[in-house]
């Protein structure tokens, strides 16, 4: 059902609940209004009888007769709406006015009215009367004196003012309902507006926005949040275009090379030292496709949010030492020197291949830009205390430092600091941009400067605390 018809059935609802609680609350307050002063009128003629009685002797009874089939005493009817007995403590009736034709009060109700005021209703002729009942003294003589009203005012009261609300009500409660009805079309129409912008909006169309009144409601603030959103997704569909493109360079290049070596392995005349010349190229070749084809994929499954950590409790500085060990070939074969220190016994849940993986990539750049006999610093420590706790990884080297326009877009993807040098000794311009998405998949952070002293730095922040995250699909 369309919003429009449920605020309108709503509020409909909402009006016919008022409008039934204000007419039992308005009856039950008319009725008793006029209770109240039907009990003043009925206390005004009892206090008026028992001033009467107590200054002059009762009358007689009046003259009565047996009414034919019934056997009970008959008075004349006066045709008035009130009635009025002198009772004795007896229950004989010692005046009477009005239509009853026997006493008003009998048994209990004439005792409790003898020792005081007592009020009650009773039926005379089909008729409901409000009654009361009040002591009084005439000569030596103890007597009733009970007075009563007909309701019939206060029952045609509550019968006119039901029917004024039945008739009245749902008019008033379908009359609110339509006017929800069109104060929600006025309030919905330009959300609308913005929804059918919002559909003409294609990917072909990233630069548009939607139009943002200038009402400054939620109107308002929801066109902007979507404009919002919109940029978002534009800045996201530019970064997976550049990616693809990027990607799309990057393999061209390896595949262009490969194939060439290929064609020139197929010509005739080829000795074998050349053909094996060209398999090690062409593996060569190969491995560094390999290895970009897994650094996308890394990189794709972690914007995809899928978890590909498989952490467990583990000594970093056991990675660090394998990381230093595997990469001091490579330091011996450009006189670099790789220098280890930290707190050997720290412990942190983490994935170690995953960890392995950055400070490999760290210490690769490290070696790149180092230049012969250099030193490279890897370091371990933590800082914070209890569930602030960070462990610190930090490689250092001492080369000439990371270009300043660089740092800025040091973790995005396909930058290098030096682009034709990377590119020609099999930099892809992928290794930060993993070294962050790791960093972020344990809930820390990568971050890169140049410290005092020259040279790159690059720290890893994990959290000591455990990550939330599962093996990692197709793991």
Partial sequence: MPLRWRLALLFTLGAALLIVGVALLFRQQLTAGMNSSLDDTLRARAD????????SAPTPPAPTKEHEGNGRAETPDTGSDDVTQVLSTGGKVLENSGDSRGPLASGAR???????????TAVIEGQQYRMLGVPARTGDHMVVVVVGASTRIVEATQDRTGKIFLTAGPPA?????????????AALRPVERLRRRLADISEHDIDARLHVPRTRDEIATLATTMNAVLDRLARALARERGFVADAGHELRTPLTTLKAELDLAQQPGRSRQALASAVDAAAHDTDRLIRLAEDLL???????GHAFLRPRPMTPYDV??????SASARAAAHRITLRLSGEEHLRLTADPDRLRQAV??????ALRYSPP???????????????????????????PGFPPEFLPVAFERFR?????????????????????????????????DNPPGGGARVRLELPMTPVQDGPAHGE
């Fill in 48 to 55: 008026a009888q028992v001033t009467r009685l107590a200054s």
């Fill in 110 to 120: 004439l005792r409790d009215a003898a020792k005081g005021s007592e009020q009650f």
């Fill in 173 to 185: 409660a379908a009359l609110v309902g339509f006017g929800a009805y069109l104060l929600a079309g």
């Fill in 298 to 304: 890394l990189l794709a499954r972690a914007d995809e």
């Fill in 320 to 325: 660090l030492a394998a990381a230093v060990r």
């Fill in 360 to 365: 490999d990539n760290l210490l690769d750049n």
């Fill in 373 to 399: 006999g250099g030193l490279v610093d890897i370091g371990l420590g933590h800082r914070g205390r209890h569930r602030r706790a960070v462990a610190v990884i930090e490689v250092r080297d001492h080369g």
């Fill in 416 to 448: 290098r600091a030096d682009t034709a040098r990377s590119r020609a000794d099999g930099g892809t311009g992928l290794g930060l941009a993993i070294v962050r998405s790791i960093a972020h998949a344990h809930g820390g952070r990568a971050v890169a």
